[in-house]
T-cell receptor
Framework: QQQVKQSPQSLIVQKGGISIINCAYE??????FPWYQQFPGKGPALLIA?????SEKKEGRFTISFNKSAKQFSLHIMDSQPGDSATYFC????????????FGTGTLLAVQP | DTGVSQNPRHKITKRGQNVTFRCDPI?????LYWYRQTLGQGPEFLTY????????KSRLLSDRFSAERPKGSFSTLEIQRTEQGDSAMYLC???????????FGSGTQLSVL
C-alpha cells in the first residue's frame, strides 16, 4: 500500500510533442502528489504538485491530471523541448503534515531535436 | 542551485570505514530531511528533523546510521562500518514548517569499495 507505481520507465519524444508519464497508488491516505524533475548529478526539483480534491492543475507547459476514483495521476508535458530531457519522479505524501514522500521509480525522458 | 548545500559531493570509502556527510539548509527552513537514492530508483525517506529534534526515523535507517542537527542549523549523517549496500546518493531536503515544497540539495554520492 505504500507504493507508487510509475510508467513508462523511459520515454522518447520528438521536439514539440507531448510527453505523458503515469502513476498509480493504493493508499487513499496520501494527500499530496508532487512531480519532481531530476537532472544528472543534481537533486530532484519540484515541478508541479496537486491535491486529491483537484482533478487538474496546469503550470505553463506542465499539467497534472488526477483521477481520484482510479487512484491514478499523470504528468503531461506539452511542446516538449530538448531541455526537458531528465528523469521525472512522481511522489505521494504519506506523512500528513510532514513531507515524508514515497517516490515512484522514475521515467527517463529524452526529447529529440 | 536551491540553496541547500551538501558536502562532500562525492565520497569513496572502503568497507568498514565510517563516513559523515553534512547538509546546510536554507537559513529560514526549520525542517530538514534525509533521503537515500540508489541507481535507477526514486529517493527513499530516511529521517527528518524539526529544528534540532529528530522526529522520525525510517526502518531503512539501521543502527549504523545516525543523524544530528545541533542547534537546528546544519545536519550531519554518519554511517558507521560502511557496507557495499550503503552505496547510494544521500540527499538532504529542507522546507519551512507547514510548507509542502521540498528543496533538495545536490546530494552526496557514496561509493563503498
Amino acid at each position: 500500500q505504500q507504493q507508487v507505481k510509475q510508467s513508462p520507465q523511459s520515454l522518447i519524444v520528438q521536439k514539440g510533442g507531448i510527453s505523458i508519464i503515469n502513476c498509480a497508488y493504493e493508499n487513499t491516505a496520501f494527500d499530496y502528489f508532487p512531480w519532481y524533475q531530476q537532472f544528472p548529478g543534481k537533486g530532484p526539483a519540484l515541478l508541479i504538485a496537486i491535491r486529491p480534491d483537484v482533478s487538474e492543475k496546469k503550470e505553463g507547459r506542465f499539467t497534472i491530471s488526477f483521477n481520484k476514483s482510479a487512484k491514478q495521476f499523470s504528468l503531461h508535458i506539452m511542446d516538449s523541448q530538448p531541455g526537458d530531457s531528465a528523469t521525472y519522479f512522481c511522489a505521494a505524501n504519506y506523512g500528513g503534515a510532514t513531507n515524508k514522500l514515497i517516490f515512484g521509480t522514475g521515467t527517463l525522458l529524452a526529447v529529440q531535436p | 542551485d536551491t540553496g541547500v548545500s551538501q558536502n562532500p559531493r562525492h565520497k569513496i570509502t572502503k568497507r568498514g570505514q565510517n563516513v559523515t556527510f553534512r547538509c546546510d539548509p536554507i537559513s529560514e527552513h526549520n525542517r530538514l530531511y534525509w533521503y537515500r537514492q540508489t541507481l535507477g530508483q526514486g529517493p527513499e525517506f530516511l529521517t527528518y528533523f524539526q529544528n534540532e529534534a529528530q522526529l522520525e526515523k525510517s526502518r531503512l535507517l539501521s543502527d549504523r546510521f545516525s543523524a544530528e542537527r545541533p542547534k537546528g542549523s546544519f545536519s550531519t549523517l554518519e554511517i558507521q562500518r560502511t557496507e557495499q549496500g550503503d552505496s547510494a546518493m544521500y540527499l538532504c531536503a529542507t522546507n519551512r514548517y507547514s510548507e509542502e515544497k521540498l528543496f533538495f540539495g545536490s546530494g552526496t554520492q557514496l561509493s563503498v569499495l
